[in-house]
T-cell receptor, first 115, second 111 residues
Framework: EAEVAQSPRYKITEKSQAVAFWCDPISGHATLYWYRQILGQGPELLVQFQDESVVDDSQLPKDRFSAERLKGVDSTLKIQPAELGDSAMYLC?????????????FGPGTRLTVT | EDQVTQSPEALRLQEGESSSLNCSYTVSGLRGLFWYRQDPGKGPEFLFT???AGEEKEKERLKATLTKKESFLHITAPKPEDSATYLC????????????FGKGTKLTVNP
């Protein structure tokens, strides 16, 4: 069964350091999403890609966060510099077309701890 | 503002004790209502999509229903392995196709 892959699964970093997360969506899925989930909350969208183009990054803190999907397949989310408040689960999801109503399939997530 | 609210925040059941989880939404032009299951430390697992009021979907011991203002996830004769957090999310007209999630209901089923 096709799955969304993410790495690393866990990351511990000191504040002010740079950190990067990688995501490989389900093959053939045009739309890729990055979400942040704080413990006890639902996921919140950070950025949405349609192929290699950004569709929605309105909730991405652009002073420290960046995301790219250069060839329209896998994607990288970067934080520089990391802050204590960035500790959270970072989830990647993909959907076939990205139309409203399409199912989104999530990866296992990266648990980030900033010390 | 488009919102999704889930209740209760936590629910404890005995094995075999049926119950329902609630998801109320205030979105303009609902395009889809989604239910996910999330185990601790893992990503959400897709369960159901509902598109219109009156629609119902079933999977094993779970049944999801939708009205114009809310959705219910009914759990019949639950087992301990059904213990998880259940997330509800909605997509809506007029914006991007993003999902707006509720905070989830943490379900614990005791043997």
């Amino acid at each position: 069964e096709a799955e969304v892959a993410q790495s690393p699964r866990y990351k511990i970093t000191e504040k002010s350091q740079a950190v990067a997360f990688w995501c490989d969506p389900i093959s053939g899925h045009a739309t890729l999403y990055w979400y942040r989930q704080i413990l006890g909350q639902g996921p919140e969208l950070l950025v949405q890609f349609q192929d290699e183009s950004v569709v929605d990054d309105s909730q991405l803190p652009k002073d420290r966060f960046s995301a790219e999907r250069l060839k329209g397949v896998d994607s990288t989310l970067k934080i520089q510099p990391a802050e204590l408040g960035d500790s959270a689960m970072y989830l990647c999801a993909s959907s076939f077309l990205g139309l409203a109503g399409d199912e989104q399939y999530f990866g296992p997530g990266t648990r980030l701890t900033v010390t | 503002e488009d919102q999704v609210t889930q209740s209760p925040e936590a629910l404890r059941l005995q094995e075999g004790e049926s119950s329902s989880l609630n998801c109320s939404y205030t979105v303009s032009g609902l395009r889809g209502l989604f239910w996910y299951r999330q185990d601790p430390g893992k990503g959400p697992e897709f369960l159901f999509t509902l598109y219109s009021a009156g629609e119902e979907k079933e999977k094993e011991r779970l049944k999801a229903t939708l009205t114009k203002k809310e959705s219910f996830l009914h759990i019949t004769a639950p087992k301990p392995e059904d213990s998880a957090t259940y997330l509800c999310a909605a997509s809506f007209q007029g914006g991007s196709e993003k999902l707006v999630f509720g905070k989830g209901t943490k379900l614990t089923v005791n043997p």
